[in-house]
C-alpha cells in the first residue's frame, strides 16, 4: 500500500530520543530505507515522492540521526526539489524546507557524505535559512504557528540563531502560542526549541548519561465556556474545472467553547443535509480531506485551505482552532 515514510521516521526519531537498548530499532531503519525507496519509485512518473517530500525529508533525516548512510541520489532527489522550488507554498514550503535542510545539516556535520556534497549540502541548509527568515510575518511566525518551530531548529542547527534577527522573534511568537502545540507530534516539534534543541542534537546524546526524569503529568479538562455563538461557514472552490466558486454560505449555531471542527459537525447536522466532509487523523490532528464531496489530493496538488474571511489563513487546525462569535470562516479548495 502507501509509503508509510514520515510516521516511521517520527517513531525513529522519537525512539532514538529515548536511548532504547541497541537491536530492534535496526529492522525499523531498515524499513524506513525500503519506504522511501517505495515512495519514490511508486511515483516515478510524476517526478515527486508518493507522500510528500516533507515526509521523505523526514526518512532522510531519521536516518542520519541513526548514524545510517543514505544513496546520494535520494539526497540529490531533495537538492534538485529545493533549487526548482517544488516544497509547495506557504507553511507547506517552510515545513518542508525546514525538515530538508535539518536533513542536509545533519549529513554534513556527521559526515556521511563526501567533501564535494558536504558542500553543497551546506550551502543549500543556509540557503533555507535565509530563505526562512524572508518568509517572517511581522508577527514573527515564520509560515503559520506550527511550522515555525521547525523553522527555529534550522536556525538552531545551522548555528544562525545568534546572527539572525527573526529567531528571536520567532521565538518570541512561539512562546505567545503555546497553546496551540496540543497534540504529541506539535509538542514533539516545539520542545526541543524551547530548550534551545533541534533534531540534530539526538544524534550526540550520551545516552548513559540521560537521567530518568520522565513522571506522569496531569491534564485538566479544559473550562466550559456558557453560552453560544454563530459562525458564517462559506466553502468556495475558485479552480478553473468548479461550476461556481461559492458553493456554500450558512450560519451555524454552535456551543461558546465549539472549535472549527465542531462548526463542521454542526453544519453537517442542519436541515436539509446537505453538507458533508471528511477528515482524516494525522500525527498532528484531523486533516479536511473532503468537502461536498470535494476531494483534495496529494497527487492533484490541492488541499482544503482554512481562512478567517476575507483572506486570513488560519494558523491552527480544524480540531484547535475556536472561531468567534460573528465571524466567517471560509474553507477554499486550493492549489499548490
Known amino acids: 500500500g502507501w509509503p508509510h515514510t514520515?510516521?516511521?521516521?517520527?517513531?525513529l526519531l522519537g525512539l532514538r530520543a529515548t536511548c532504547p537498548p541497541p537491536g530492534p530499532?535496526?529492522?525499523?531503519?531498515?524499513?524506513?530505507?525500503?519506504?522511501?525507496?517505495?515512495d519514490w519509485t511508486g511515483s516515478r512518473q510524476h517526478g515527486h515522492p508518493l507522500t510528500s517530500y516533507y515526509q521523505y525529508g523526514l526518512g532522510v533525516l531519521a536516518l542520519c540521526v541513526h548514524h545510517k548512510r543514505v544513496r546520494e541520489e535520494v539526497i540529490r532527489r531533495l537538492l534538485t526539489a529545493q533549487r526548482h522550488g517544488r516544497f509547495g507554498h506557504g507553511s507547506n514550503a517552510v515545513d518542508t524546507e525546514a525538515v530538508?535542510?535539518?536533513?542536509?545539516?545533519?549529513?554534513?556535520?556527521?559526515?556521511?557524505v563526501?567533501?564535494?556534497?558536504?558542500?553543497?549540502?551546506?550551502?543549500?541548509?543556509h540557503g533555507a535559512s535565509r530563505s526562512m527568515a524572508e518568509a517572517q510575518g511581522p508577527d514573527g511566525i515564520i509560515g503559520n504557528i506550527y511550522s515555525t518551530p521547525w523553522a527555529l531548529q534550522v536556525f538552531l542547527a545551522t548555528g544562525t540563531?545568534?546572527?539572525?534577527?527573526?529567531?528571536?522573534?520567532?521565538?518570541?511568537?512561539l512562546l505567545e502560542n503555546l497553546e496551540a502545540f496540543s497534540t504529541a507530534a506539535?509538542?514533539?516539534?516545539?520542545l526541543p526549541v524551547l530548550h534551545g534543541h533541534s533534531y540534530l542534537d539526538i544524534t550526540s546524546m550520551q545516552c548513559q548519561e540521560e537521567p530518568d526524569t520522565l513522571t506522569p503529568m496531569d491534564i485538566e479538562p479544559p473550562t466550559e465556556v456558557p453560552g453560544n455563538k454563530t459562525v458564517q461557514l462559506v466553502v468556495e472552490c475558485p479552480l478553473p474545472w468548479c461550476y461556481e466558486l461559492r458553493l456554500y454560505?450558512?450560519?451555524?449555531?454552535?456551543?461558546?467553547?465549539?472549535?472549527?471542527?465542531d462548526v463542521l459537525r454542526a453544519a453537517a447536522a442542519l436541515e436539509p443535509h446537505d453538507f458533508k466532509f471528511h477528515t482524516q487523523d494525522t500525527p498532528q490532528g484531523p486533516f479536511l480531506t473532503q468537502v461536498l464531496g470535494l476531494e483534495a489530493r496529494q497527487e492533484k496538488r490541492?488541499?482544503?485551505?482554512?481562512?478567517?474571511?476575507?483572506?486570513?489563513?488560519l494558523q491552527m487546525g480544524v480540531a484547535d482552532y475556536r472561531p468567534k462569535d460573528g465571524q466567517t470562516l471560509i474553507l477554499r479548495l486550493s492549489e499548490w
Open 186 to 190: 506539535t509538542m514533539a516539534q516545539v
Open 6 to 11: 514520515g510516521r516511521l521516521a517520527l517513531y
Open 302 to 313: 490541492n488541499y482544503w485551505q482554512l481562512l478567517a474571511a476575507p483572506n486570513t489563513p
Open 161 to 173: 540563531c545568534q546572527t539572525e534577527p527573526a529567531f528571536g522573534q520567532a521565538m518570541a511568537a
Open 100 to 112: 530538508v535542510a535539518l536533513a542536509f545539516t545533519c549529513l554534513e556535520q556527521r559526515r556521511l
Open 114 to 125: 563526501g567533501t564535494r556534497l558536504a558542500a553543497e549540502l551546506r550551502a543549500a541548509a
Open 25 to 38: 530499532q535496526r529492522s525499523l531503519v531498515t524499513w524506513l530505507k525500503y519506504h522511501l525507496e517505495e
Open 249 to 261: 454560505d450558512r450560519l451555524v449555531p454552535v456551543p461558546a467553547a465549539a472549535s472549527l471542527l
